[in-house]
């Protein structure tokens, strides 16, 4: 099955920031809704996986990956769908993976 | 009627008074003479600048002069300065005799005196240790505000401000410091997010509204003998206890669990044992994110002080403290051991 990318990366930044504009840029929250989101809509649609690829870049705040992929479990209300769809390459930081499942399976939780 | 100076009681009233005279005159000299002695060979801007400092109120640091090995005394001391600010007195930091000295001590002291609302426009001064090593720490520091050409190479010590999450600073940072430690820029994911989680709580004030108003400080220090660079973390904020985002958590610790101490809301954000009754709302994750840093080796040594709280992570020593610090502070250690990326 074909797959869709996001490089992190080349396709928004290197030094990804935290969770909202106001904290500073480059944001989760942007990324959500700039990238991550309309890729994760089209591969839905096309009936592909969307691999996030993780690498490259200096590092990633919790809030970043929280607002990005949390966000997006929020979006679709349920943490199976963005489970289902998203593979990740992680190879700089081999935590980073485990990380964003919890944040994803969290993303619901009142 | 013409007074006649003749009389006894005369000449014994103006004896008197010619000796007294003479006397203040000679003691006068001496005095001048004195100061003259003093001050020969001094020129006469430092001359200038003497007497500018007798002005201030000489507060003589504690001698070992590190924020986490001396934490009550350092609070105690910056506590006396505040009180000679409040009374519109000007205040100078002796740091003369000084024979310990970390960069967490100067990061929280460079954000003490360059805050505006602390320092009230009272004149502060600083002088710098009488230690060789120690001055040139203080002098590349900047934190007297003299540290000469911004662009001279400063060896020992790096120090920036912010309000805001600044990614490219983080990133510069950690170049600068993995070229020490590993001989080669390279990336430390982990302490990239640990520098990125600090500079956001900072963001978050007791207040939501006023996000992004408190300044964060950050001091990166690189220790030749040890091989290691230190990152000390500071804001001058309100504290973890006592942050808009811990409101809620705090309330359910107490009614679920009884915890009302500090020490043990801070194990409990750390470890994030209790989460599935107590759930910290999902903006929450950033300081257990900061420990699970050094549990995955991207760095050592951490380090956590705020509010009445002093915790060692590494060691697992938590600490009441009996001086209340409004603010947070982070400290953690890059040694060739931790793990990074090239």
């Not at chain 2, 009180?83 to 007195?89: A, D, H, M, T």
Request: hydrophobic share 35%.
């Amino acid at each position: 099955m074909d797959k869709l990318i996001i490089k992190i990366a080349e396709d928004y930044t290197t030094i990804p920031g935290v969770r909202e504009e106001i904290e500073g840029d480059f944001p989760g929250e942007e990324f959500l809704e700039k990238i991550l989101l309309p890729k994760f809509k089209q591969a839905l649609s096309e009936k592909k996986k969307l691999l996030i690829d993780l690498d490259g870049t200096a590092g990633y705040a919790t809030s970043f990956l929280e607002a990005a992929f949390g966000g997006l479990a929020r979006n679709y209300k349920q943490a199976k769908i963005v489970l289902d769809t998203l593979e990740f390459k992680s190879d700089d930081d081999p935590f980073l993976e485990d990380d964003i499942t919890e944040y994803i399976k969290e993303a619901n939780d009142k | 009627m013409k007074k006649i100076y003749t009389t006894t009681e005369y000449k014994k009233r103006n004896k008197k008074r010619a000796k007294d005279r003479i006397k203040q005159t000679l003691l006068n000299k001496a005095k001048a003479k004195t100061k003259r002695k003093r001050l020969m060979g001094i020129p006469i801007v430092l001359q200038r600048e003497q007497r500018d400092n007798d002005r201030f109120e000489s507060l003589k640091a504690p001698a070992n002069f590190s924020f986490v090995e001396n934490t009550v005394e350092i609070l105690t001391y910056f506590e006396t300065i505040q009180r000679y600010i409040n009374r519109r007195k000007p205040v100078l930091i002796n740091l003369k005799d000084i024979t310990n000295l970390t960069n967490d001590a100067i990061v929280l002291l460079l954000a003490f005196i360059k805050t505006p609302k602390i320092t009230k426009s009272v004149p502060i001064r600083g002088n710098y240790p009488k230690d060789v090593i120690l001055k040139k720490i203080f002098q590349e520091s900047g934190v007297f505000g003299v540290n000469g050409n911004e662009n001279e190479p400063k060896n020992y010590i790096l120090t920036r401000q912010n309000k805001k999450a600044e990614g490219g600073i983080a990133n510069e940072l950690i170049k600068r410091a993995t070229k020490i430690v590993f001989g080669q820029e390279a990336r430390c994911v982990g302490v990239y997010r640990a520098l990125m989680e600090s500079m956001a709580n900072t963001c978050y004030h007791a207040k939501p509204q006023q996000i992004a108003h408190e300044t964060w400080w950050l001091t990166v220090y690189h220790d030749k003998v040890h091989n290691k660079v230190s990152f000390a973390f500071i804001d001058l904020g309100v504290g973890i206890f006592k942050s808009s985002k811990m409101t809620g958590f705090r309330e359910k610790l107490t009614s679920f669990f009884g915890i009302t101490d500090n020490r043990d809301v801070l194990k409990e954000i750390i470890s994030g044992r209790k989460m599935s009754s107590t759930k910290i709302p999902y903006r929450g994750k950033g300081l257990p994110n900061i420990y699970k840093g050094l549990e995955r080796n991207y760095y050592s040594n951490l380090k956590i002080i705020s509010n009445d709280v002093k915790a060692d992570l590494t060691e697992n020593n938590y600490e009441k403290i009996s001086k209340e610090f409004n603010g947070t502070f982070l400290y953690w250690e890059l040694n060739n051991t931790n793990r990074w990326t090239s």
